[in-house]
């Protein structure tokens, strides 16, 4: 099987591979969702916030309404999963049991926060487990659009949203590039296929370094 | 003297009246009260502060007993999920206190375990923090966050006891035992209710010690959405 | 069966008999432990905030190492019992859902503060949960004999023992007598079977009004 | 890669530092580590802190490792279970911070949940407070307790599944769970070593997050006392 994957389908097979080792691990809503149908390291083990660990997908047959997670999803146990109260569950987020969360963003600024829940001039009326797992998650990695559906900037100087969190994200990987955060700072790290490194230039308004496989200098 | 009661309505006609703070368990309709919900939209009561991940969906759940404008203000973490709490905010008919989710729900942890207020890191530097106390602790700054009580809390278990033990069902659980502790007066709304010694003592999540009625669920979650359910009470 | 009671057994049978209703219990160590022989209120369960509710007397055949009150000594599963952890169990008892506190004491001043934690000039390296209880609990029966084992008094001004809390009892059963705690003042209620008012008083240091039965003057 | 371990020994050779800080689970001897708190005593480590209700009876459980002068603080609720405590502190052997037992189990819970410290009534006006921040919140007191947190972690449950997933047995409960959550590296020491999918979802009291190894139980408390059991790993 050869098929063309999307743009959030490749997003989001790019973020399953850095998956590597035993982890425990958070998806956010969007494009996040999409990553399990790209992993298949057995050790990694999927934490919703609305209190589960071990996650799998559901067939639609074994539906069940009370099984879902924080997007609302029907999603199935597996072999090892538990349940938990949700300040369990934040809990478990905020004191760093969390290796790593994926999760959308609306923009990223150049020293690697992002705005993921709120939108000027709209009513700011939710902002659900975004905050807590960007100050407890020990990693944390951004998938999403490089442009918004208008083709705008998203990878900014500053961010006009407002941030979600002080803390800088860890990864980034659109379906243009990726890119490292060190010392808050951006690393474009690799070129999604396809793509020229002018074309990322072009479409970043944040300054980076580039740092390609090959040029590795720290 | 039973906990269990029948007459939903009499009862929170008996406990609730205007201008009181109600916990309601459930995330969007996954583990939310829907019949006590379903009752409150019979009742003469105004001016509710509604402490609740959601106010429902549109028209549903919560969302009823919103447009009947019972609700003066909410306190969540995700009023997105219904269309008309935004639009009711816009025109200044509703109040909103939004918190990050793991703060609603150690909040209403820290009412109910007698702590008056704790420091988390979340929302530390951004507009959800403005205005709030920050304390630096061992290098690193948290904010402040006061204890969230109620007068009376509506929640969702699985199965009750005699006594009024509680558990609960898969991701229906979330916020229900936390409300469980930290209201005067707790309603709790179950599929079942079963014998004392049916429930497994290490399996209890809710002692029975927080719960001061119990009511027989009609209205349930399914597939194809919520469903009335006619049952017998034990 | 007429059996004469011992003074602590006389202690906790008056105990008993003010638990009237449906009331969650919390018993101290020493004298509130013998409290349970004397109720036959089947809506009174007792918790232990070492992680359960719902606690019976154990016969000696079918003791469990692993089921025990905060003495430490064996007790037994009712068919409501539950467990949970120490923070679970103090949340309740902070959090007030303990209706009842019965507990030991080593002095009571004269507004219904206790000291029971701390003897000055010894170590002071216990306390348990005693601070716990006396915040917590919604009302607080102290359980203690009159007088120390040397005859020395318990019942004083001001106590010399470190304070358990600020906040003073509701209620004083001694071997001579039962007070009641308001507004920070002690009224005495009952005298126990064959003592006499003369006798309360000469070994009662703190100042208390006199209400016995017949003389309600609020 | 399991968490099973089979040499305790080294484990905690590998994991143990002088000058740590180290959560021990257990009510007096009941929940207690024995096993990890046995092989504790063949380890040459030092200069420990100790956080557990008591430390052990005399010459049992932490008993013995305090006597062997590896201990210099105990932080505990009570210490009076063990009279060589209070005999090591007057000669100024240990040092010890004494907490209200449900201060010191909240502590952990928060150290544990990433919450920096809280707002407590317990000990307001008492000698325990001495010293410390007291805020009041909606016209009460409340005395501030900062988060306690470990490097290593010795619990123990009942039953672990390969996952690492536990249940705890009875009133054994007591502070393993917080103390699992509250530690950088957390050893569970269990009786049993069970299959994935044969504890019950519902029913698991700390999820395998929390837990980086599993030992099996080589002493167990009976009603005659500490004794050796032979078993082996699954």
């Known amino acids: 099987m050869n098929v063309k994957l999307s743009r959030n389908e490749l997003i989001a097979k790019r973020v399953a591979e850095e998956l590597e080792g035993r982890l425990i691990v958070n998806l956010g809503i969007g494009i996040p969702t999409l990553v399990p149908q790209y992993l298949d390291n057995p050790e990694v083990f999927l934490h919703t916030e609305n209190g589960m660990l071990g996650i799998d997908d559901v067939e639609e047959d074994n539906i069940d309404p009370n099984i879902v997670n924080a997007g609302k999803l029907p999603i199935a146990e597996t072999k090892n999963s538990s349940y938990f109260n949700s300040a369990e569950s934040f809990a478990m987020i905020r004191g760093g049991h969390v290796d790593v969360a994926v999760l959308g963003a609306l923009q990223v600024d150049e020293t690697g926060k992002i705005a993921n829940w709120a939108i000027p001039g709209k009513n700011i009326i939710g902002v659900g487990g975004a905050m807590d797992l960007l100050v407890g998650a020990k990693k944390i990695v951004v998938a999403m659009t490089h442009l918004t559906k208008k083709n705008q900037i998203k990878i900014k100087k500053q961010c006009e949203f407002p941030l979600t969190s002080t803390r800088p994200v860890d990864m980034i990987v659109t379906d243009y590039a990726v890119f490292r955060v060190k010392n808050e700072e951006l690393y474009l790290t690799e070129l999604m296929p396809g793509v020229t490194l002018e074309e990322v230039k072009e479409n970043t308004e944040a300054n980076f370094t580039v740092q390609l496989k090959g040029e590795e200098v720290y | ?234």
Not at chain 2, 132 to 142: A, L, N, P, Q
Not at chain 2, 198 to 217: G, K, R, W
């Open chain 2, 1 to 234: 003297m039973s906990k269990i009661i029948k007459d939903v309505n009499q009862l929170l006609r008996e406990q609730l009246t205007d201008g009181q703070t109600i916990l309601v368990g459930g995330f969007g309709l996954i583990g939310a009260p829907l019949t006590l919900i379903e009752e409150l939209s019979n009742i003469d009561v105004s001016d509710l502060s509604i402490v609740s991940n959601n106010l429902g969906e549109k028209g549903k759940g919560l969302g009823k007993v919103l447009n009947q404008g019972k609700i003066s203000k909410g306190i969540g973490s995700y009023f997105t999920s219904n269309p008309d709490v935004g639009e009711r905010y816009q025109k200044g008919e509703i109040e909103l206190q939004l918190l990050p989710q793991g703060t609603l729900s150690e909040s209403i942890r820290a009412g109910g375990a007698g702590i008056g207020g704790y420091f988390t890191k979340t929302s530390v530097g951004t507009d959800l923090a403005k205005g709030k106390d920050i304390r630096v602790i061992y290098g690193e700054e948290y904010v402040f966050e006061p204890a969230i009580k109620g007068d009376v809390a509506f929640i969702k278990a699985y199965k009750a006891d005699q006594a009024g033990n509680l558990v609960y069902y898969k991701t229906a659980r979330n916020f229900n035992p936390l409300m469980a502790t930290a209201a005067k007066y707790v309603i709790a709304e179950v599929e079942h209710i079963v014998e004392d010694g049916e429930l497994d003592p290490e399996e209890i999540v809710t002692p029975h010690l927080f719960v001061d009625a119990i009511v027989q669920s009609r209205y349930i979650l399914t597939k194809e959405g919520v469903v009335p359910v006619e049952r017998e009470i034990v």
